[in-house]
């Protein structure tokens, strides 16, 4: 069986956010790279764990990027994917990224595609649904638990009030979340073979993006702290009344 895993380069959840040219780029100065948290804990080391299992898969990565997103994709194979492919764009636009992805994943005839359930910097949750469509391919998101059963996927998820349980036959589209897996760190055997491990660049599809980026803007600034002693309960009653408005 092949699978083919998403992999996002995102900030580090420390790194400063700023903008730059009038607010319409994210300033990349100081920041730190890692591998999107849903894409490595949980769609990354499920497949990895399904490998485990079953010596003959094949675990395939891609992401779409510039040739900095390269020490991601080696990261992710020092983890445990076997080959992975960068596609030579830079692009925020869902649909451009997700069709970037399709491509790769017609040439390769996957069973079995997994994504992260979002990426932490933007939060869309698209990039799953769009490449199932894409792809006209059956879609599950937000799994907690996937257990494969020869050609079946049991796939569960979590629901208002209860938990959802999936059946569907591969090939299938699948976004992970917390649940699915955990946490791996690569050890030095990993880190070794994936210097060598093939890591080819292709050249965009063309390939028109729907969205652009108008404008970023930073929420605004915390207020300060108003320490209120217990036995004043009327001045206590009149901040939330007058300055912060919830009665």
Not at 63 to 73: L, N, Q, S, W
Not at 230 to 241: F, Q
Request: hydrophobic residues 40%.
């Amino acid at each position: 069986m092949k699978i083919l895993v998403c992999i996002s380069k995102t900030p580090d959840t420390t790194a400063k956010i700023a903008f730059t040219d009038n607010n319409t780029k994210f300033d990349t100065n100081g920041v730190q790279w890692i591998i999107n948290p849903y894409d490595e804990w949980y769609s990354l080391v499920r497949a990895i764990e399904l490998k485990e299992k079953d010596a003959s898969v094949i675990i395939h990565l891609v992401t779409v990027g510039t040739a900095d997103a390269e020490p991601i994709i080696r990261k992710a194979l020092a983890l445990g994917g076997d080959e992975a492919f960068r596609v030579n764009a830079d692009s925020q636009d869902s649909f451009y990224i997700a069709s970037q992805i399709a491509e790769i994943a017609k040439q390769g005839n996957y069973e079995l595609i997994f994504t992260g359930k979002e990426t932490i910097d933007y939060n869309g949750s698209s990039i799953g649904g769009l490449l199932a469509e894409l792809l006209d391919k059956p879609y599950v998101s937000l799994a907690t638990k996937f257990e494969l059963n020869g050609n079946k996927a049991a796939i569960s998820r979590e629901i208002e009030g209860g938990e959802e349980v999936c059946e569907v036959e591969l090939p299938v589209v699948v976004s992970c979340q917390k649940g699915v897996a955990e946490q791996r760190i690569p050890n030095m055997r990993g880190i070794m073979a994936a210097r060598t491990k093939p890591l080819k660049a292709v050249e965009p599809a063309a390939v028109d993006a729907l969205t652009s980026v108008a404008s970023f803007e930073l929420p605004p600034p915390k207020a300060g702290v108003k320490l209120v002693s217990p036995d004043n309960v009327e001045e206590l009653v009149r901040l939330l009344k007058d300055e912060a408005k919830v009665i």
